[in-house]
T-cell receptor, first 111, second 115 residues
Framework: EDKVVQSPLSLVVHEGDTVTLNCSYE??????LLWYKQEKKAPTFLFML????IEKKSGRLSSILDKKELFSILNITATQTGDSAVYLC???????????FGEGTQLTVNP | GAGVSQSPSNKVTEKGKDVELRCDPI?????LYWYRQSLGQGLEFLIY????????KSGLPSDRFSAERTGGSVSTLTIQRTQQEDSAVYLC?????????????FGPGTRLLVL
């Protein structure tokens, strides 16, 4: 059975801290891994990672995929209160388009 | 441009009633997905439509759940004889073609509460 595991499940930090969110997966026929940010309801797309070892970066957020060890990390530097959200990791297989999600990491950034 | 829209935003119903949830995908997106997010859990795939192909219904949890997509655009998810365990946020997503490399964009969801 396909599995996506995120850690930690929740994290509380202060503004300015750097955080690292983890996502490991056990999926047959892996194609890509995606990160989403969910603040209220709609998850918003952050990154799609397909190749190992290539960092994707957007402002203070960055992510990298390790296809040998089957995990990805999402880094957020100089956190702000607006980064408070649930961060979701999902994988997509070569055999279909559905996303298989992890449980998410609830990040709280306090002022 | 307009994103994925869903209606209603919230729905409260009594156990045993039928409900219909609506999704309007991004214009031009041929692939449409339904997911469910129960309290404290990750998103769970329900059903996937791609163009005129037969939908992938493999994620539907029971035969009380059905979905259709008319004219290749708007989709309706129907839950018959609702049960309390159906309470969740139902999220719709669309993507340009449904290929595995296409990003899925999500709507705001419908929060369903079955009393």
């Amino acid at each position: 059975e396909d599995k996506v595991v995120q850690s930690p499940l929740s994290l509380v930090v202060h503004e300015g801290d750097t955080v690292t969110l983890n996502c490991s997966y056990e999926v047959t026929n892996f194609r890509s891994l995606l990160w989403y940010k969910q603040e209220k309801k709609a998850p918003t797309f952050l990154f799609m990672l397909t190749s190992s070892g290539i960092e994707k970066k957007s402002g203070r957020l960055s992510s990298i995929l390790d296809k040998k060890e089957l995990f990805s990390i999402l880094n957020i530097t100089a956190t702000q209160t607006g980064d408070s959200a649930v961060y979701l990791c999902a994988v997509v297989k070569t055999s279909g388009s559905r996303l298989t999600f992890g449980e998410g990491t609830q990040l709280t950034v306090n002022p | 441009g307009a994103g994925v829209s869903q209606s209603p935003s919230n729905k409260v119903t009594e156990k045993g009633k039928d409900v219909e949830l609506r999704c309007d995908p991004i214009s031009g997106h041929t692939a449409l997905y339904w997911y469910r997010q129960s309290l404290g859990q990750g998103l769970e795939f329900l059903i996937y439509f791609q163009g005129n192909s037969a939908p992938d219904k493999s994620g539907l949890p029971s035969d009380r759940f059905s979905a259709e997509r008319t004219g290749g655009s708007v989709s309706t998810l129907t839950i018959q004889r609702t049960q309390q365990e159906d309470s969740a946020v139902y999220l719709c997503a669309s993507s340009l073609q449904g290929a595995t490399q296409e990003t899925q964009y999500f709507g705001p969801g419908t929060r369903l509460l079955v009393l």
